[in-house]
């Protein structure tokens, strides 16, 4: 009872606790859940199941279901299935062969009974049981054919029974009769059932196979299969254990059975992903685990598919594996699907891993390009206070001064200047990285430049260092360009080359080039070398010599294709070499060569000072202008800096034009087919070679001996050429001895006492004053006379100079009265200044007039560029203030314009921008000298803004100072100071 | 009033006019500019001024109420008004023609619009304080006084 009551709840709890998955009517123990026969048939019967193809090897089938552990499972059960059945037809049988038994019994007892009664009766009638059997014979017949009828019959002999008289023997012997010939009949029926029995167990006998009803069975599960499957991307099949194929149920076929039992998969179909299946198999096989996996087939039968493969051994009842189940279902779509998916994820991850990227860069550039605008006007306010300090302290310069003085305003100068160039760097860089840097398109002559940006340098050059020019004659007379920028490029890198050569020579390389890949972006024959070219800043050390081998190929390549270039489009390519023998670049630094602030070491920072801002911004104004800048180096032994930029060339523009246009520029300069400069110094400008130097020299003396005073002494290779003329000059050679010490020539450093009695003599060399130390030398009165006659050919000569200090400082040298202040003195009464105010706005006028006034200077005024023009043709001018910013001309241009004549000696520029020349019958100051050079007037820009009109364009555009706006009284006064002496 | 008293105000009106930063150090220029030979500097310049710059302002106000603005036009007019503010030390009206002449740039008519009212409003001011400027300095003149200069 305990039992019992501990039992119940729990499996009431199991039931409700775990509810069959199963529908009720569904058997969750048989295989194939399939409704009674003939309930579902009507709907079987409305789907057609079409035979497929099924291919099936009978006699392996037969084998496998008796042989594998799975077929003999199913058969046993399908065999217990059966003998259930039966068992229970048995039992029904054996239950009403019980009950008939039991029958027979109590009719037997109660005959007895009823035969102990009645024995004497019945003996007495003994030969009525004979007849008793004919009447049973009878009820037989009557019981087999009619049975309704035998009951009547029995029903009449009943009637006849009650007929006879009660309690009589007849009456008995009727009844015993009747009684027997129930007996018989129940006897009868017995026997029958009997024989029932016996034939159901005879037919049973028959039926012992159960054959029919598996085959019945089979047959369902298979039409059931064929069902569910008929539409289903699957392949199913069994493969023996050498991967034969055995069975295949496949939807699609595009084989027929005999091509594919019987074989493996590599003998049917070849591509990628057979093999990867087969080996799969294989793997299932050997391992004797199911398995899944997904493969990729790649064959001509059925194209780009993808499978998922079940496959699963199959042992037999040793447990070993007879072969394998595989089922496949196509899964292409899905694949594709889901790499479709994937990639939409990671493209949608890249896409916002770009966005945060983007937002970080945008709020970064917002942020540096404020910090850039903020430092770059940081810049321009340090820079106005700072060049007061620096123009203050050259003023105090030219004044006399002990040795200590002068030492301490030389340091002075020299790191003013330094911060000024600092300065200057940094507003280039943040204009061209904030896009602000204009170029601008002049004609130019590359020939010149570059002959100016070496005479420059050579001015302010203090080693024994040869400066040289190679134009080859493919380079056109005049190029279109933004020649500013250009001389900034030159003149940097010049002076770097410089900066790092101790001895040997620096020089400049000038050809044609055919257009680079980098342009083009085409691949011809020479665009191999530019990629290279772009990627060297990087790695250049390993291929300068590639890259001096290419340069020279490259160079030869031109001088066959000079004319390719230029004759049918107006752009050519310009490659400039910059070389030198110097200390050379280190491979480890190239990389960081081109950035900003940086330098080769901290060592070489030191050494060598500078702000490591110059070539940053030679290569940003390289690639403004469209080209490269490229470089390679090798330690100890120089390097070299090259870039190419694309120039427009004028078609008009010809040698003769050239000629024509501009009389007094020397002739070798144009018209020379070939054009060359040798190892340069400032003597030798003008000539054409470097035997020339000496024979010319002298008979040029009258011109040119005045150039060492220009750029004074300072060029040792100069005034060692000048030496070996007869007597150029005896003050340049007693220099030459003084300056031949080098440490001497460093006049910016401070000396032992010894060196600076030597140094007085060459105090010229100080890179602001050249002049200003004159005045403490003794021969101050010779050079006076000399500059006199000079001063003219040094306008011409510096005017195209884009180093904005040494425009500057060579100032005070070109303006006609003395750079000495007590000259000026001297010279004072004599020269009245004439001024003039190139302003449109009528305040400005009156303010900047009235201050003039209380100088007790006179002024002119004009209110824009084009009438500043006309009043300096009209007339002549010591100085010039100039409003940059005006209507019909602005400063600029008009400065350019006056720059131009002075340069050139004709208002071709003038008239080309729409001023036409004062008539010759004017005769006007300017006119009747045109013939010979022009001297070079101060023109101070009046800006009033940081970028718009910075500094550096006044300086680029030929100005020589700017005055911030509002004008003050003391900003007035230290322009006038500086430029009125 | 008293001379010095004169003299006193107008230096605390200048200085208030600094340090509202209505006028910067310029103005001391364009004082120190007026002498025995132009008594009347200041006053010239000023009236000078005042027309100037009221013409530049209707011209302004004119060229952005065209159809199409031309702004490069629009951007010379603020410039010379910049010019002559900045001359003679008109501090906050030359701060609103920089910000102008950004706005022109940036093509921006709206914005111009907003800064024209602004400076209509700035030229208001300075036109108004340097006008009571004048006065007394005319007052100082008048009592015989030197007019003080607006220290830089």
Sequence with gaps: MVCEMEDDPIEDMEVEVLPSMWPEDIDPGKQFNIEEPGVDQDMLEEVTIPEKPTFLDLKWLTELVDFTDKGSAQLSHLVKHWEYKQANVVRLLREELDNLSRQR???????????????FEEDAFNGDTKRQISVLEDIYEF??????????????????????????VMYWKQRAMNLEKRLEASVQREQTLMEKLQESMKNLDGQSAPAEDLTQILKRADNFLHFILQTAPIVIGHQDKDLRYRFIYNNFPTLHEEDIIGKTDMEIFSGSGVKENQEF???????????????????????????????EPVFNKAGETIGINYVGMEVTDQVKKREKMAKLREEIAVQKAKETELNKTIHITEETMRAKQMLATMSHEIRSPLSGVVSMAEILSTTRLDREQRQLLDVMLSSGDLVLQLINDILDLSKVESGLMKLEATKFRPREVVKHVLQTAAASLKKMLTLEGHVSDDVPIEVVGDVLRIRQILTNLISNAIKFTHEGKVGIKLYVIPEPSFASREGGHHA???????????NTTSKEEKNLLRSHSNIT??????????????????????YDTGIGIP??????????????????????GGTGLGLAICKQLVELMGGRLTVSSKEHMGSTFTFSLPYKVSPVCDNSDDSDELPNVAEDDITAGFFQFQPRALGSLFLNGPAQVQKLLPGKLNGFVDDSYMFPASNIVNLREIRSPEDACSVNIDAVESTSDPECSQSQSSHPDGDAANCKGTDS????????????????????DSEERGSKVDNRLANGETLKEMQRLEKPETSPESTSSGKTESLKPEMIPRILLVEDNKINVMVTQSMMKQFKHKMDVVNNGVEAVRAVQRSSYDLILMDVCMPVMDGLQATRLIRSFEEMGNWEAATKAGIEEPSSAGLSPNEHKSSEPRKRIPIIAMTANALSESADECFANGMDSFVSKPVTLQKLKHCLEQYLR | MEVGELQQSLMDYMNSLRSQEILDSQFGQLQRLQDESSPNFVAEVLTLFFTDSKDLIKELSEALNQQNVDFKEVDSCVHQLKGSSASIGAQRLKKTCIDFSRFCNEKNRQACLKCLEQMREEFNLVRSKLNGLLQIEKQIVAAGGSIPIMDL
Excluded at chain 1, 285 to 304: I, M, S
Excluded at chain 1, 591 to 608: E, N
Aim: aromatic content about 8%; hydrophobic content about 30%; some cysteine.
């Design chain 1, 105 to 119: 019994h109590e009719a037997e007892l109660r005959e007895l009974r009823i035969l102990e009664e009645h024995r």
């Design chain 1, 281 to 311: 198999k294989r793997e299932v096989l050997e391992k004797g685990k199911p398995a899944k996996r997904e493969v990729t087939f790649e064959t001509e039968l059925f194209g780009l598919k993808t499978f998922l493969i079940y496959v």
């Design chain 1, 587 to 608: 491979e480890n630094a190239t990389p960081t060569l081109f950035k900003k602030y940086m330098q080769v070491s901290a060592d070489h920072a030191r050494k060598y």
């Design chain 1, 143 to 168: 019981w087999k054919e009619v049975p309704r009828r035998k009951k009547d019959v029995i029903v009449e002999n009943k009637r006849v029974e009650v007929d006879a008289e009660y309690d009589t």
């Design chain 1, 528 to 538: 191999r070398t530019n990629p290279e070219q772009s990627t060297a800043l990087e």
């Design chain 1, 557 to 578: 390549e031109e001088h066959e294709d000079e004319e390719k270039p230029q004759a049918p489009q107006t752009t050519v390519w310009i490659r400039c070499d910059v």
């Design chain 1, 765 to 784: 060399k100080p890179p602001f004053g050249n002049s200003r130390s004159q005045s403490s030398s003794s021969e101050i009165v010779s050079r006076i």
